[in-house]
């Protein structure tokens, strides 16, 4: 009870518990006047005294009535409302319009809504490298609006941290020239701020600290706006090398190796022992603080994908102690906010007595903890939920910002219920992908799922299937239930498709196989007639998901020409591969959400000069290709995108196919080696863009036309879609109007 006292303090310090309803209405009328500008005085919000969490929405004439307890009630009660009356996604994305009816439709009965949990949690770490290093405000304005919509009270905020921390090495005595040495990248400062890497593509421009310093306070302003408390990072005990040699006696070691890199980006990590580790972290949250203000939550994560130490339970419990210390001498009222990806990740070392051990040095009143990956694994179950601390359910679904159509929503609906029903000290319910640009339904229900609104999860899908299609369509229930019930659960954990995988004649760890019903759902939805944005982008992630799958089966075409020793088999699934991929890269031009072009554009508007433009596009590009500077990491954040696939993607393939056209032809074995060694050094020239112009593909207009030719002319008469096998029609009760025929577009 001590943690949901703590919080319920915390909330009121914040802004949650509102003086009066001013403030909260306020914010709620400035929500909507970004989202929906030509309906704002049709919305009314009153603020109420409930002592739960809870949301109304009734009409009264010709105004939408909406009350809460808080602005986020109210942002989720209005989500609510536009969703299922009028059919309106609000996207996570700016580049996606709103679109609503000309004219609001009337609430037939009040809508109620009650959270389940106390605290929603939202973003990861990776988050920041792997979709947002290259937002701007307007960008951050949307999600912030998307997160009040989603109910989210628990924002990770680590955005401009570099500035702090370059104030506070200063005072250290250490120079510009040596923070070069320490601040990676822009793209790859999440696993700088985790204790991974050091210096990888340095130095950072100042301009950049200093921007993304006035980003954190636009943003931290937005938030706590809303009531979100915000939770900054913390010292971790990452030092530069610079700070060891002005300190020799400092207990400071080296830390592993991480991810392939050389000695040179190596980390290290000063020992919670050391009186200079709670010097630093009290210079370093004073600074914070008075640049960035503080909600007293504080990601603080040591030995995230690094060893600690030793792995003695007792030194753990004793390095805990020292670290929450230096926090609770720097803040009395702070909480220790940390995710347990560590414990999944290493599971041979943190074993549950282990994880108690560590856990014993943190009082349960000041600890919070991220139960990181419950759709794989739930760690509170393994730990006796945490041995008495308070966590976080959370739904991770998406590694290194892939573009693979995945998600279980089956499992993760019965875990969430079942820890929330079961998890005893259980504080709430987050999503933390490690990018976004797919699956964003999915995220949703995962917040959905943190409030009763007196439905089931069939009514939540086929709510939604009519959503994507813009009306109440048989064909898109039908497609969206198989998709959720057998595609997307059959794609979790897997990667990418074989296009994006480092060429060759097996798999390596890309999925090479396709759910049979694929293909069917893509021409379900190629025969419905809408032209709703988020129908037309269904089309093209499906259609991109059955190109990349399909790819394998030429690949596997190729292997068995190679195999026979038939040189004009081996150039006609040549070709056929080429086309696909030609054809992939036209489809996803359709769509903007699967564009390299922006992706370097909004890098490449960072920089003042064309030097500094040319550092940040290299940065981007490595990220999404190479990501470091061994082969280790080489292709995790791999996307299929437009301008990828075409520059980078297929020119990795061209270079196997040549390889094994010159085996044939030369009556030798395929040299494997050498064929690697000249995709590695086409690797390292692409990242370059002083080296290799990227040629961008058209943008496409008429999506459904694009789709239909491309489907046509790969399956449309030689291969047949099965249907789907499917459970009877879904039904929706009070579903909102039947269709969305009038519309005004933000």
Known sequence: MKFYLLVFVLSCLAGRGWANGGEACRVMRGLVSRIAPAHADRFRFELTADTVERFTVRSEGRRIVITGRSAIAMAVGLNHYLRRYCLTEVSW?????????????????????RARVAERFFLNYCTFGYTMPWWRWADWERLIDWMALNGVTMPLAITGTEAVWQRVWRREGLTARHLARFFTGPAHLPWHRMLNINGWQGPLPQSWIDGQADLQRRILRREREFGMRPVLPAFNGSVPLDYKRLHPDARITEVGQWGGFGQAYRTYFLSPTDPRFGKLQKSFLDEQRRMFGTDHLYCLDSFNEVQPP??????????????????????????????GWLF?????????DVIRAYLSGIPKDRALLLDYYIDHTEL???????????????????????????????????????????GGNMAGVGATMEGFGVNPDFYAFVFDKAWDCGTTDRDWLCRMADRRVGFASAAGRTAWQVLFDRIMPSYVNESGTVVCARPSFEARYLNTTYPAELLGVWKMLLDIDSDKREHL???????????????AFERDGLHRAYLSQRLDSVDYYARRMDKMLDDLDRLLACSEEFSLRKWIEDARGFGATAAEKDYYERNARTLITVWGDSRQLTDYANR?????????????????????????????????KACDKEI???????????????????ACKAVRQTAREIYDSWFGTARQAPLPRMSPSLECPDAGPSSLKNVTKR
């Open 344 to 352: 999944y990740n290493d599971r041979k070392h943190w074993t549950p």
């Open 310 to 339: 030793s792995w003695s339970p007792d030194t753990l419990c004793m390095l805990a102690r020292h670290i929450h210390a230096s926090l609770d001498k720097a803040d009395t009222q702070s909480v220790w906010v940390q995710m």
């Open 640 to 672: 299929t995108w437009a301008g990828l696939v075409s520059s980078y993607y297929k020119q990795r393939w061209h270079i196997f196919t040549a390889h094994v056209r010159r085996a044939v032809r030369q009556k030798q074995p395929f040299d494997a």
């Open 537 to 551: 982008y269904d089309i093209v992630n499906v259609g991109r998901q059955v190109l990349g799958d399909f790819f």
């Open 93 to 113: 994305r700016r580049i996606n319009p709103i679109v609503l009816p000309r004219e609001l439709p009337r609430v037939s009965r009040t809508m109620t809504g």
């Open 380 to 422: 509170w179950r393994l730990t006796e939920s945490f041995y008495g601390r308070p966590y976080i359910a959370c739904v991770l679904g998406n590694f290194g910002g892939n573009t693979m159509l995945q998600g279980d929503v089956g499992k993760v609906s019965s875990r969430l219920d079942a820890a929330i029903a079961q």
């Open 680 to 698: 590695e050094a086409f690797e390292r020239r692409w990242i370059e863009p002083e080296i290799t112009k990227i040629a961008f593909p058209s």
